[in-house]
């Protein structure tokens, strides 16, 4: 069955760097676009960044441009988010999502905080 497995999160200070890894299994991971959420306290989830199935293209959330790097290596079955100058308003549960099955991964907690 499809697995998504998340890492990387952790308590960070602000202006720091965290890089989400997302371990995919169960499909044939290089055919499908991939996504990463996320839901802070008492906020809905919200899409952070996507990427399509070879990487081409990525699209990331307003609030994120210019700090956030979707990435993602096929050979490995594995999509990145590299989180660059991260603000306390960052802080959230982030999670990886496969649109086409609507599997969600476990989430892993990201607090930036000093």
């Known amino acids: 069955q499809v697995q998504l497995v998340e890492s990387g999160g952790g308590l960070v200070q602000p202006g720091g760097s965290l890089r989400l890894s997302c371990a995919a299994s169960g499909f044939t991971f290089s055919r499908y676009a991939m996504s990463w959420y996320r839901q802070a306290p008492g906020k809905e989830r919200e899409l952070v960044a996507r990427?399509?199935?070879?990487?081409?293209?990525?699209n990331l959330a307003d609030s994120v441009k210019g700090r956030f790097t979707i990435s993602r290596d096929n050979a490995k079955n594995t999509v990145y988010l590299q989180m660059n100058a991260l603000k306390p308003e960052d802080t959230a549960v982030y999670y990886c999502?496969?649109?086409?099955?609507?599997?969600w991964g476990q989430g892993t907690q990201v607090t930036v905080s000093s």
């Open positions: 999502y496969f649109p086409l099955r609507g599997t």
């Open positions: 990427i399509t199935s070879a990487g081409g293209s990525t």
